[in-house]
């Protein structure tokens, strides 16, 4: 049976008779990165603040560690570490200030600790640089770097690459893999950016319109993506035609996109399909096997709901 630090059982939250948040059944195991995909606007957010009390569900369970975090919150969230809105910190004080002073706050201040995050998060080189000073890249990590100043087990982050650049971004992923691979910190991340979870993610859980429609593993994933194969041709429509007689049917067994034909079935025959193109006098320009990336497939099980 696997260990999971997050479990929820028919999660919901109604605000004024809608229901952003809908039977949601949420499994994050220990150790693993688990990303919640969707748009916005889909009920993340507002999942990430019921897991951490900001938001009191309508009816539903949440476990975390295996516990009701009402019956042992102070036991359960001494664990957790969260960003959910942008960590306000002093714009004149350096990195080093601003976490002496949160954890003086919270009762464990620990000089040593500190410059371990902040080695951790890749700030030690910025000892002398204000706050206000710094990137949103470099914002982004002093947060993560406050959330894990008290070393949690788990780290609960809504969308922390948002706004950043590609270089952000980077640092952000890197990051957060280092936290889980080499600290075994279980991390729970949320964002709208489909690449950037299937680039960091072990386990993405898909959500639209407050339902969890699914959860399933990079392994999983990678076994459900359409797999299709593209021909870039002279004369679509007499292609197309060619396809019919086969009992190829339009948008089911091949769409078209302009010159392109995507065909999803008896990938294994396109040799002779590329053959009937040519004997027909259709100049095949390319004939590329592909597979379909997160958005689409995302798109594909939205549709099907």
Not at 106 to 131: F, H, Q
Not at 207 to 232: A, P, Q, S, Y
Request: aromatic fraction near 8%; include cysteine.
């Amino acid at each position: 049976m696997a260990d999971y630090v997050i479990e929820t059982n028919n999660l919901s939250k109604i605000y004024s008779k809608n229901k952003v948040v809908d039977s949601v059944n949420m499994h994050v195991e220990k150790g693993k990165i688990y990303g919640l995909l969707g748009k916005n606007g889909a009920g993340k957010t507002t999942t990430m603040c019921m897991l951490l009390n900001l938001v009191y569900p309508s009816s539903g369970e949440v476990l975390l560690f295996g516990k009701d975090p009402r019956e042992h919150s102070n036991e359960v969230y001494s664990n957790v570490g969260s960003i959910i809105e942008t960590p306000g910190f002093y714009e004149n004080l350096t990195a080093y200030e601003n976490l002496k002073i949160i954890s003086k706050l919270r009762g464990n201040y620990n000089p040593v600790n500190i410059r371990l995050v902040l080695e951790m998060v890749n700030l030690e080189n910025a000892k002398s640089k204000k706050y206000k000073e710094f990137s949103l890249g470099m914002k982004q990590r002093l947060g993560i770097a406050a959330a894990i100043m008290h070393n949690p087990e788990l780290l609960i982050l809504d969308e922390p690459i948002n706004g950043l650049d590609p270089f952000g971004i980077k640092e952000i992923r890197t990051l957060l893999k280092r936290l889980s691979h080499e600290f075994g910190i279980t991390i729970l991340i949320s964002s709208h950016i489909l690449s950037e979870i299937e680039n960091i993610a072990d386990v993405i859980g898909f959500m639209d319109n407050g339902v969890l429609i699914d959860e399933m593993t990079r392994e999983d994933l990678n076994n459900k993506l359409n797999k299709f194969v593209e021909f870039e041709v002279s004369d679509v429509d007499l292609a197309c035609r060619i396809l019919g007689k086969l009992e190829l049917k339009e948008n089911s067994g091949f769409t078209k996109d302009g010159n392109i034909i995507r065909l999803y079935s008896n990938l294994e025959l396109r040799d002779k399909f590329n053959a009937l193109f040519v004997n027909a006098g259709i100049d095949v320009k390319k004939v590329n096997l592909c597979e379909e990336n997160l958005e689409d497939f995302f798109t594909r099980i939205i549709d099907n709901t």
